[in-house]
Antibody, heavy 116, light 109 residues
Framework: QVQLQESGPGLVKPSETLSLTCTVSGVSSRSNYWSWIRQTPGKGLEWIGYFSYGGGTDYNPSLMSRVTISGDTSKNQFSLRLTSVAAADTAVYYC??????????WGQGTLVTVSS | EIVLTQSPGTLSLSPGERATLSCRASQSVSSTYLAWYQQKPGQAPRLLIYGASSRATGISDRFSGSGSGTDFTLTISRLEPEDFAVYYCQQYGSSPQYTFGQGTKLEIK
């Protein structure tokens, strides 16, 4: 059974960098796309980007200039960095795994608030 | 960007009734790449349906998906109390690779 756990600061100051890590256990070879997704009351669910088990990445064009997703498959971890955050980046951030079509497994989510 | 529009925004039904939720895409979506999720308060979304009509592991056969092109439907045949939640459709395809609908809230009447 695949389990995911997000970790990282719950409060980030405006203009600073948001950093989160997702630890994956029980990973299946079929779940080889590791994504970050965020959710806000206003914009709903928004895909941020993924790290693929083969080492590739892809990002939502709307965030691409500020996002880096990296992974360490030996540790079954992948990370999100979002630079120059603003209040609009306040959201619940989820990590999720799956094949390229869908998100089979999700972490519980972590609320990140951008505020001074 | 493919925009997914879900309707209705809120659906009020009673346990035992049948629920029909709609997801309409702004451009044609391959059925292979259309999924549905259920989200309860304080929880992450849970995959219900993928490939427009295939149930995910452990999902009750009361849940079924159908559709093609730009119109997709999630049907819950006989509502149980635990089915009242928010439902999202999601597509994989054009940039950005993944988009979600805005959700349909299924509430107890």
């Amino acid at each position: 059974q695949v389990q995911l756990q997000e970790s990282g600061p719950g409060l980030v100051k405006p203009s600073e960098t948001l950093s989160l890590t997702c630890t994956v256990s029980g990973v299946s070879s079929r779940s080889n796309y590791w994504s970050w997704i965020r959710q806000t009351p206003g914009k709903g669910l928004e895909w941020i980007g993924y790290f693929s088990y083969g080492g590739g990445t892809d990002y939502n064009p709307s965030l691409m200039s500020r996002v880096t997703i990296s992974g360490d498959t030996s540790k079954n971890q992948f990370s999100l960095r979002l630079t120059s955050v603003a209040a609009a980046d306040t959201a619940v951030y989820y990590c999720a795994t799956g094949d390229f079509r869908k998100f089979d497994n999700w972490g519980q989510g972590t609320l990140v608030t951008v505020s001074s | 960007e493919i925009v997914l529009t879900q309707s209705p925004g809120t659906l009020s039904l009673s346990p035992g009734e049948r629920a029909t939720l709609s997801c309409r895409a702004s451009q044609s979506v391959s059925s292979t790449y259309l999924a549905w999720y259920q989200q309860k308060p304080g929880q992450a979304p849970r995959l219900l349906i993928y490939g427009a009509s295939s149930r995910a592991t452990g999902i009750s056969d009361r849940f079924s998906g159908s559709g093609s092109g730009t119109d997709f439907t999630l049907t819950i045949s006989r509502l149980e109390p635990e089915d009242f939640a928010v439902y999202y459709c999601q597509q994989y395809g054009s940039s950005p690779q993944y988009t979600f609908g805005q959700g349909t809230k299924l509430e107890i009447k």
